[in-house]
C-alpha cells in the first residue's frame, strides 16, 4: 500500500490556534492561586470554586505545549541547515523575549526579593528548571521554567530526530505507548519521594513537585510524543478521529486528575487526550476542512501566544501584589479584574511578538552569507554581478 503524500511546508492554522488555547489556561491558573494573593475573589465559595476549575489547567498548559513543540519540529524538520542553525534559530526564538520579561520582572518585584545571585541568575541562564530548589526552579519570571525544558529539546532534537525516523512503521504507536507509560512511571516515583516540607500551596513536598513537574529530562515523553505523532500521521497509521471525541477525552482525563493523587494530576491522565487533539486538528487542516482554532482571530492570537505566555506573570503579579496589594472583591469586580488583565495580557503579549520576538527572529535567527567579492573577468568575458548579502536568509518566522 503507497504511504500518503504531505506536504510537510503546508500550513496548519489549527496548530498556530491552539498555541493559544495551550497559554490561555496557564493564565487563569496562576490568577487562581491563593497561597500568593493572586485569586481577587473575597468570598471564599467563589474563590475556591475557580481555584478547582483552573487548578489543574496550568499543567494541561505546559503539557500542550511540549506535545505542540515536538510535533511541529518533527514535522517540518530538515536536515540540510545542520546543528548549529538549527539550535541557533530556537535560541534566537527564545532568549530575547526571556530576557526582556526577566528583566521586567527584577525591576518591578524580583530583584527587591533577591538574597543572592543563585535567586534570579539560573534563570536568566535557563538552568534553573534543574535544580531541585523551591527559589531556584520558580524564580523571577515563574513561567519561564518551562524555556528550560525546550531548550534542553531543542538541543537533543537533532540527536533524536534520526532515531524517531528509523522506528519501524509498525512500531511508532508502541513507540507512543511508552511515552504515555512513563509519565506514569514518573507519577508513581514522585509519589514515593519523602512528602515533607510541603511546597507552597500544595499537598506535596518541593522534592516531589519538582521530579514530577519541573524537571526537565521526564518532561522529555511529552516532546518525543510530539515527535513520533508527527511520524504516524505521515505514515498515514493514524484513524481520522472526531474533534468532539478529542475534546470529550480531555474534559474527561480533566475531571480524573481532579481525583487521583496529587502527582498524577500533572500529566498522566490529560496527555492522551492532548495528542488525539492534535491528531484530529492536523488531519482536518490536511483536508482541507475548516476548524475553529484555524480562524484568524484564532491564528493571530497563535502568533503572540508567546509573548502573552512570557508576559502574564510579570503584569498579574505587578498588579495584584504591588498596585492592589492583595485586593479581594464582589464576585462582579473580580470577574471583571480577571478578564481585564487577561485582554492587557494579549496587548502585552502582541508588543513584545512585534517589539522583540520578530524583529530578532527575522534578524538573527538565520545566517547571512557573505557578499562574494567580484574577480575582474577576463578579456572578452561577462561580468559576474556579485552575490547579494543574506540572498538565501530564510523568510518568515517558523514555529
Given at each position: 500500500m503507497s504511504r500518503p503524500s504531505h506536504d510537510h511546508r503546508a500550513p496548519l492554522p489549527s496548530l498556530t490556534g491552539l498555541r493559544f488555547i495551550a497559554a490561555a489556561p496557564v493564565?487563569?491558573?496562576?490568577?487562581?492561586?491563593?497561597?500568593?494573593?493572586?485569586?481577587p475573589f473575597r468570598d471564599q465559595n467563589w474563590a475556591e470554586t475557580y481555584k478547582t476549575i483552573f487548578w489543574k489547567a496550568g499543567w494541561v498548559g505546559v503539557s500542550f505545549f511540549f506535545v505542540l513543540s515536538g510535533f511541529l519540529l518533527m514535522w517540518r524538520s530538515s536536515d540540510s541547515r545542520g546543528y548549529l542553525h538549527f539550535f541557533r534559530k530556537r535560541v534566537v526564538k527564545l532568549f530575547p523575549s526571556h530576557v526582556v520579561t526577566w528583566a521586567l520582572a527584577m525591576v518591578l518585584f524580583a530583584g527587591a526579593a533577591a538574597t543572592s545571585p543563585w535567586d534570579y541568575l539560573p534563570n536568566l541562564f535557563l538552568v534553573n528548571s534543574w535544580f531541585p530548589v523551591h527559589n531556584i526552579f520558580l524564580a523571577v519570571n515563574v513561567p519561564s521554567w518551562s524555556l528550560c525544558c525546550e531548550l534542553m529539546f531543542y538541543a537533543l532534537f537533532p540527536l533524536i530526530a534520526p532515531l524517531v525516523r528509523r522506528?519501524?512503521?509498525?512500531?511508532?504507536?508502541?513507540a507512543l505507548a511508552g511515552c504515555v507509560a512513563w509519565t506514569f512511571l514518573i507519577a508513581a516515583v514522585?509519589?514515593?519521594?519523602?512528602?515533607?516540607?510541603?511546597t507552597d500551596?500544595?499537598?506535596?513536598?518541593?522534592?516531589?513537585f519538582w521530579f514530577g513537574y519541573n524537571f526537565p529530562l521526564p518532561r522529555l515523553a511529552e516532546f518525543l510524543s510530539g515527535m513520533l505523532l508527527a511520524r504516524v500521521i505521515a505514515e498515514g497509521r493514524l484513524p481520522v478521529i472526531r474533534p468532539a471525541v478529542a475534546w470529550g477525552a480531555l474534559l474527561v482525563g480533566y475531571v480524573v486528575a481532579e481525583v487521583v493523587p496529587f502527582t498524577f494530576s500533572f500529566i498522566p491522565f490529560t496527555f492522551v487526550p492532548l495528542l488525539l487533539i492534535v491528531a484530529s486538528a492536523v488531519r482536518r487542516d490536511l483536508d482541507g476542512h475548516r476548524t475553529w482554532t484555524a480562524t484568524r482571530t484564532m491564528v493571530w492570537l497563535g502568533e503572540v501566544s508567546f509573548g502573552f505566555y512570557m508576559t502574564q506573570h510579570v503584569l498579574m503579579y505587578t498588579l495584584r501584589t504591588k498596585i492592589q496589594h492583595g485586593a479581594h472583591y464582589a464576585p462582579l469586580p473580580a470577574i471583571a479584574l480577571i478578564l481585564g488583565t487577561f485582554a492587557a495580557t494579549i496587548l502585552a503579549g502582541w508588543l513584545l511578538y512585534r517589539l522583540v520576538e520578530l524583529p530578532t527572529m527575522k534578524y538573527w535567527a538565520t545566517a547571512r552569507p557573505k557578499a562574494v567579492v567580484p574577480t575582474e573577468p577576463a578579456p572578452g568575458a561577462p561580468a559576474v554581478p556579485a552575490q547579494r548579502a543574506g540572498a538565501e536568509a530564510e523568510a518568515g518566522v517558523s514555529s
Open positions: 493564565f487563569f491558573f496562576h490568577l487562581s492561586l491563593t497561597f500568593i494573593p493572586m485569586n522506528i519501524p512503521r509498525e512500531r511508532l504507536t508502541l514522585a509519589t514515593v519521594l519523602p512528602n515533607s516540607p510541603h500551596g500544595m499537598p506535596i513536598s518541593t522534592v516531589q
